[in-house]
């Protein structure tokens, strides 16, 4: 659980380390199913994702009602970015459950998830309703509904959902903040921002307390599209400060590393970006597995673009992140996660001096638009930037 969290890292902590490594010496006694476990853990934590999967797998196909196996192999591909296998996981081995079977209605919530990745929005909007019908509190099949609502500009729908349900999934809180995160973007794409800014101070900032990265990704990600919209978040960056620190040299995700630079850079003291820059070229130069290879391909080149967007470097950020636009999948994450750089590369585009990179703003419109249709956020930066877009 400590290594599916990705908020604790073997590359700077050595107690997590030796864990690990009694967990392996552990498992030399324990049956074939144990070892394959412990040899996934093992990898996951190690940067090597796709042999986490790979372990998760052959259990699977031995034990396909092993839960842990397939809710972390399901975990796996999210951080890969891999949406297909994360659907084909699952839609596997559901009809080798019994319906009587303990927690048989997570699947459906799982699988949802999966199937909104790649597009099938309807399907997975239904498995998801029906995972909710066999257990309420699914806060996974509830995330999976407000993706829907996200990815098809179903803003009214989803904030409908999300607050008349809220007694549901806020108890379930390893889940909750994102969940909150997801409503207060509703109100983003609205153009409601103070009711956006209000969730963030009533639930979003208060659970990064958890020291969680999945909740301090989400509050990094709130700001700084709020701040895209031209809004005032006052000295929200700077309460941040703290959990940034404490996970700077983790480099479990480069997903986190990305997100950890909208903090650092936005600090009016620049020694914590320092240090970030140089863990990260430290990590770039020694570092090994699945995550080292996409921070060195993508990632540090994503963080980079992130740190000149913040210092109003409009043309480096366009320079370093339209080549790698499609690649950006690879970091992890979902669809929704994942457009605050669509975002960013946008507005870099609209707002560089370079007129060759502003010529290229309608087409990244046009492809936010291709996955995200009837986005108001979309028209409010073409109805900004018609002088751009139309000259």
Known sequence: ??????????????????????????????????????????????????????????????????????????DGYFFLGDCHRKRDSVSRVIGKWKKTEPCYSYLHGMWA??????????????????????????????????????????????????????????????????????????????GEYENALQIYDDEIEKRCNSNAMLDIVDAASMLCRLEMERVNVGDRWKRLEPFAESHIGDHVLAFNDAH???VVSSLEDDQLLKKHRKSMGEF????????????????????????AFKQKNYEKTFDLMYPIRFEIIQIGGSHAQRD???????????????????????????ERNALKMNSPLADRIVSYHKDVLFS
């Not at 020694?286 to 980079?304: A, C, F, M, P, Y």
């Not at 560089?352 to 990244?364: F, G, P, T, Y």
Request: glycine share 4%.
């Open 113 to 190: 998830f999966g199937l909104e990745e790649c597009g099938e929005y309807s399907k997975a909007e239904k498995e998801a309703r029906y995972a909710l019908e066999l257990q309420r509190q699914d806060c996974w099949a509830t995330h999976a509904i407000a993706h829907c609502c996200e990815m098809n500009s179903k803003y009214e729908d989803g904030i409908q959902f999300m607050e008349s349900t809220v007694a549901d999934w806020e108890p379930c809180y390893i889940l909750a903040c994102h969940n909150f995160w997801h409503n207060a973007l509703f109100y983003v794409e609205k």
């Open 260 to 262: 950890m630079s909208m």
């Open 340 to 366: 605050v750089f669509s975002q960013i590369l946008i507005h870099s585009a609209l707002r560089s001096k370079d007129c060759n990179q502003r010529k290229h703003a309608k087409e990244l419109i046009d």
């Open 284 to 307: 770039v130069r020694n570092g090994s597995g699945d995550n080292h290879r996409v921070t060195k391909d993508i990632g540090d080149q994503l963080s980079e673009a992130v740190i």
């Open 1 to 74: 659980m400590h290594a599916l969290g990705t908020s604790n890292s073997v590359h700077k902590e050595k107690a997590f380390k030796e864990r690990l490594d009694k967990l392996i010496d552990d498992a030399k006694t324990a049956n074939k199913r144990e070892q394959h476990h412990a040899r996934a853990v093992y990898n996951f934590a190690y940067g090597n994702m796709q042999s986490a999967c790979v372990e998760w797998e052959k259990i699977l196909a031995e034990h396909p009602t092993d839960l842990m196996a397939l809710k972390f192999a399901h």
